[in-house]
C-alpha cells in the first residue's frame, strides 16, 4: 500500500525545524519513500561534481536536499 501525504508537489510549506526554521517555499518533490520533501531553495548543499560532456568544468555544485516530512507544515491558503 502506497503511502499518502497531505502535502504534494507545488504546496506552498514552512519550515518548522532545523537550520532554515521560519522560511516558507514551494515543494518540488515528494519522496514517499523515505517521507522526505525538497522544497525549493532550503537545505542547500555543495556537491562536487566531475567533468562531463554538458560540464566541461566540474567543480561545486549547490543542490536542494530533502527535509523530513515531520519538519514541514502546510501553509494553508
Given at each position: 500500500m502506497a503511502k499518502k501525504?497531505?502535502?504534494?508537489?507545488?504546496?506552498?510549506v514552512t519550515i518548522i525545524a532545523g537550520d532554515d526554521k521560519g522560511k516558507s517555499a514551494e515543494v518540488l518533490k515528494v519522496l514517499t519513500k523515505k517521507d522526505a520533501v525538497i522544497v525549493a531553495g532550503c537545505k542547500i548543499a555543495k556537491k562536487a561534481v566531475k567533468p562531463t560532456e554538458?560540464?566541461?568544468?566540474?567543480?561545486?555544485v549547490e543542490k536542494e536536499m530533502p527535509i523530513h516530512i515531520s519538519n514541514v507544515k502546510k501553509v494553508e491558503g
Open positions: 501525504f497531505k502535502i504534494k508537489k507545488g504546496d506552498t554538458e560540464n566541461k568544468e566540474g567543480g561545486f
